[in-house]
């Protein structure tokens, strides 16, 4: 059974950073893409960031470009997620997934099989 757990979310102040975190248990995520998703209450899941299977490769939603940074550690079977310059509008729960078929980029949800639970990210002004 493939697993996802989040962490690292908490309460922040505006300008602040934060690190998320991102184990996956069960199966190994080396030669795979993984993703980043948030939502904000009373919006739809919205894509955040991508990063191919050797980290090589990245993208990101317009809104956090040059703000977060999403990384990998093959070795863990860890991908992060470095948020810098967090804003009020950046709080929402985030959402670590795992696409098994493909070690390219991706940008839909519709493409990711596994996801974890999420974590709470609260930017206060």
């Known amino acids: 059974q493939v697993h996802l757990v989040e962490s690292g979310g908490r309460l922040v102040q505006a300008g602040d950073s934060l690190r998320l975190s991102c184990v996956v248990s069960?199966?190994?995520?080396?030669?795979?893409?993984m993703g980043w998703f948030r939502q904000a209450p009373g919006k739809e899941r919205e894509f955040v960031a991508t990063?191919?299977?050797?980290?090589?490769?990245?993208a990101y939603a317009d809104s956090v470009k040059d703000r977060f940074a999403i990384s990998r550690d093959n070795a863990k079977n860890t991908v992060y997620l470095q948020m810098n310059s967090l804003k009020p509008e950046d709080t929402a729960v985030y959402y670590c997934?795992?696409?098994?078929?493909?070690?390219?980029?991706?940008?839909?949800?519709?493409?990711?099989?596994?996801w974890g639970q999420g974590t709470q990210v609260t930017v206060s002004s």
């Open positions: 997934a795992f696409d098994p078929q493909s070690g390219r980029l991706t940008v839909h949800s519709s493409e990711y099989y596994y």
């Open positions: 069960g199966r190994t995520i080396s030669a795979f893409a």
């Open positions: 990063i191919n299977w050797n980290g090589a490769s990245t």
